[in-house]
C-alpha cells in the first residue's frame, strides 16, 4: 500500500492536453501517493475553469489570477472577476502572477500594473500568491520587495541560481521545484535543491508542461511529482518519505490547508 503523501502545487489539468483521459491521470495520481492538486487559472478562463474543476474533484484545489502572458487587452473589470472568482469555494491563492520578459507579450508596465494590483487584492482577501516570473528576476524581486509585504507566496517552477533563491526566501517566500530539478545538466538548479531550507521546498509538475526526466518532452501529469521528490530526495541526501512529509507540512502552511 502506498504511504506516502505527496501535493502537486501547480497543475494545469484543465488544459485540452487531458480533455481524453482526465480520470486516469487523477488515477494514476492517486497510485502514485499524490493526494492534493492544486490547479493553477492563469486567465479569466482558466480561472473559472480551476473553480470548477476544484467542485467536481475533491483532490483538486483552485488558484485564481491573470499571469504575465495574458493581461493584454483585459476587460475593465477584469480585477472584479478575478476577485468574485478568489472568494469562491476551494480557491486557495491569486496566481499564477507576475512577471515574463521571455515571450514579452505585454509591455513591461502594463505587466507590473496587473501583478501589484494582484498583489492587493491577495492581500485584501487574506490569500498567498503564484509567482511566475521568466526572464524577470531583478525586477520581480524588486516589486515584491515594495508590493509584497505581509504576503506569503510561491516562486512557481523556481528556475534561479542561489543568488536568485536567497533574494526569495529573504522575502519569505517559497522555492516550488519542477521537472527540471530532475534533469541531469541541471547543476545549478541541483545546488539550490540541496541548500534550500527544508521547510521553504514546493514541489510541482506544471503539467502538462515540463516533464521530469526520463518523460522530458512528453506530456507531464501530476503522478510524476514522485519523480521530482525522489531527485530532491536523492541530492540531499535524505529519505522520500522525510522529503515528502516536509513538503506536504509546507504546502499545508503556505495554502492553509
Known sequence: MNTLRLIDT??????????????????????????RIVEIGYDLATSRAAV??????????????VQPNRV?????DWLDQVRALAKQPKVIAIGEIGLD?????????????????????????RLPVVIHSRDAHDNTIRVLRD????????????SGDWAYARACLDI???????????????????????RAPLDRILIETDSPYLAPHPFRGKRNEPAYVRLIAERIAGLRGMALEDLAQATWRNAAAVFGL
Not at 493584454?72 to 475593465?76: E, G, Q, S
Not at 515571450?103 to 487584492?121: G, I, K, S, Y
Not at 517559497?174 to 539550490?192: E, I
Open 101 to 125: 520578459y521571455y515571450w514579452n507579450a505585454a509591455p513591461a508596465a502594463v505587466q507590473e500594473a496587473c501583478f501589484r494590483a494582484q498583489l492587493d487584492l491577495a492581500r485584501d482577501l
Open 52 to 65: 470548477a474543476l476544484a467542485a467536481q474533484h475533491e483532490p483538486i484545489y483552485a488558484v485564481v489570477g
Open 147 to 158: 508590493a509584497a509585504r505581509g504576503l506569503s507566496g510561491i516562486m512557481h517552477s523556481f
Open 72 to 76: 493584454a487587452d483585459l476587460p475593465d
Open 172 to 194: 519569505g517566500f517559497y522555492l516550488s521545484f519542477s521537472g527540471p530539478v530532475t534533469f541531469p545538466k541541471a547543476v545549478v538548479l541541483h545546488d539550490v535543491a540541496r
Open 10 to 35: 501547480h497543475a494545469h489539468l484543465g488544459s485540452a492536453q487531458f480533455d481524453a483521459d482526465r480520470s486516469a491521470v487523477l488515477e494514476r495520481a492517486a497510485a502514485a501517493g499524490v493526494v
